[in-house]
């Protein structure tokens, strides 16, 4: 990127936001200030407004992808780009951006591999996966056209967690690179997350 010459243009934009948005995100978050709290505007979906956020064109980064297994819990959530975005208490998605500011990944779209499938308990997201296959060949599909929506010439794929990373990797892995890092849900602290899911990609970028 070059000045503020727009990464992806507005046309794409809106043309992702129509048809992907209800599910997907981008990894742009408001940032906070040193007195702030860790998850402070975490679901401030202002900064996803290019009306209003003027350098967002620029910022995104279609060459990295994020994906996780399925949203926890979006249920009456219908408004675009709000996924990898809860702003509730119990939410962990603080931990993404803390994760990811200030580096190369900043700006990555971020989807999930199944979709209108919210659930926040693990256990029962596995059986559904062993129970569907035709579901989640299906939705596999689906995540590989939004890829190619997308338009990025060869994006690095970033997925969150075990399940999510063994499913991209057996139906993309070898037309994409593929990145495992752990889920932004396990029990450790952000400076910690971060370092681990740094090394995960520059590990997996070197093999």
């Known amino acids: 990127m070059k000045g503020n010459e727009p990464t992806i243009s507005r046309t794409r934009f809106d043309e992702l936001q129509a048809r992907w948005g209800a599910h997907s995100s981008w990894a742009v978050w408001k940032t906070i200030g040193p007195e702030e709290k860790p998850k402070a505007h975490v679901g401030d979906r ?22 996780g ?8 959530d219908t408004e675009p780009w709000g996924n990898f975005h809860d702003g509730r208490s119990e939410g962990n998605d603080f931990k993404i951006r803390f994760a990811f500011e200030g580096t190369p990944f900043w700006g990555a779209y971020m989807t999930d591999v199944l979709v209108n499938f919210p659930e926040t308990d693990s256990r029962k997201v596995r059986a559904h996966v062993k129970a569907n296959p035709d579901i989640v060949a299906k939705q596999l599909d689906r995540l590989e056209r939004e890829l190619q929506h997308l ?15 063994d499913l991209v990797c057996r139906h993309l892995g070898d037309r994409y690179r593929v990145a495992k890092v752990t889920h932004y849900a396990h029990q450790i602290g952000k400076e ?3 370092a681990e899911v740094l090394e995960a990609i520059a590990r997996s970028s070197a093999e």
């Open 151 to 165: 338009g990025a010439t060869d994006p690095l794929l970033i997925a969150f967690g075990g399940l999510a990373s």
């Open 192 to 194: 910690t997350y971060r």
């Open 46 to 67: 202002m900064i996803l407004n290019p009306k209003i956020n003027a350098e967002l064109l620029s910022v995104l980064n279609p060459e990295v992808v994020m994906v």
């Open 69 to 76: 297994l399925n949203a926890s819990s979006r249920e009456g």
